[in-house]
């Protein structure tokens, strides 16, 4: 392995186990597995790093159910409505006004009984409309990693899918 791999192996490691304690995640998206799993997808904006119109940011997915049982919580329900009440607008809201709920996910999400499906570091070439996989890993129901990932190849962002709501979220409108 090349110094330049191994030195952002070791750098993705860090923020990687540093996500869970610094994170904040924002909803950008939903889908479905093959199984009929219904996933959350969000991506942690205290990560992001902007250069040379490049953007590196962590996301995770969940399991939807997972989210639905702590949305069951008062508290968290109080958390987010006090949010929207004092002003907050989710940043999916930029590209879909009358998402209602993201707010609630977002709080629901922050929950530490919540499991991660996976949790990949992605890079967004802005102007070029691309994005690909620099590291992370998928996860067993009781947590444990699955499977890492490593870097991708640059791949088209296809219009009106999850990865364009994040980056238009990310790169501003395009």
């Given at each position: ?5 191994a ?82 607008n ?31 570091l ?53």
């Open positions: 392995m090349n110094k330049n791999m030195l952002m192996v070791v750098i993705a490691s860090c923020v990687f186990v540093g996500n869970a304690f610094s994170a904040d995640w924002k909803y950008y998206g939903e889908f479905t597995t093959g199984t009929d799993t219904e996933e959350v997808l969000f991506y942690d904006s205290g990560s992001i790093i902007s250069t040379n119109n490049s953007i590196k940011l962590w996301v995770k997915n969940v399991l939807k159910s997972d989210i639905e049982k702590v949305l069951k919580n008062k508290s968290v329900i109080e958390r987010a409505t006090k949010k929207i009440a004092d002003g907050y989710p940043p999916i809201t930029k590209i879909y006004p009358n998402v209602a709920n993201a707010a609630y996910l977002e709080e629901a999400v922050s929950e530490s009984s919540i499991k991660s499906k996976a949790e990949i992605y890079q967004i070439m802005c102007n070029e409309n691309k994005l690909r996989k620099i590291a992370g890993a998928s996860f067993n129901k009781d947590g444990t990693r699955d499977q890492r990932f490593g870097i991708s190849k640059w791949e088209d962002i296809a219009p009106e899918s999850n990865a364009d709501n994040l980056a238009k979220i990310v790169c501003g409108s395009k």
